[in-house]
């Protein structure tokens, strides 16, 4: 199984998975990642700084210096290697400020396929097999 092959899987199965659901079950995984973040909300002038705790085609959970409202909308740049950057647009869906840093679940939307390609190609170069033991999980 190739990349590309996984990509058409995955870029077609994300136009049809509602991203909205409680389960931790996810259809897509997520990959721990350490990335570098810039994130702005929408109409502000200035971005801050924070990193990764995972990532996946559909969302990121980001640890942050500052509380963020839940259904706060965000532009998001996130360094997913020194090479690679990808400007992604996403929805604070939860937040945890007990500690800091804060942590934050951020949801994409209006991704197109190519940031999606990114995403699953930096995954796919991260951890291959997870990626397609998770995938192809209980196909026999």
């Known amino acids: 199984v190739t990349f590309s092959h996984v ?3 995955m870029c077609a199965q994300h136009q049809m998975t509602d991203t909205h659901s409680d389960s931790d079950n996810r259809y897509f995984p997520r ?11 929408k109409n502000h002038p200035n971005s801050n700084e924070g990193h990764t705790k995972d990532l996946s085609c559909t969302g990121t959970c980001v640890y942050v210096s500052e509380i963020l409202p839940i259904h706060q909308k965000l532009n998001l740049t996130v360094h997913l290697s020194k090479k690679t950057v990808v400007e992604l647009q996403g929805i604070v869906v939860w937040q945890n400020t007990s500690t800091l840093p804060y942590q934050a679940g951020i949801e994409f939307y209006n991704t197109n396929d190519e940031t999606l390609s990114r995403i699953l190609q930096h995954a796919f170069e991260i951890d291959r097999t997870k990626m397609l033991n998770h995938w192809f999980e209980g196909w026999k």
């Open 7 to 9: 990509r058409v899987l």
């Open 31 to 41: 990959w721990p990642v350490r990335n570098r973040i810039l994130y702005k909300a």
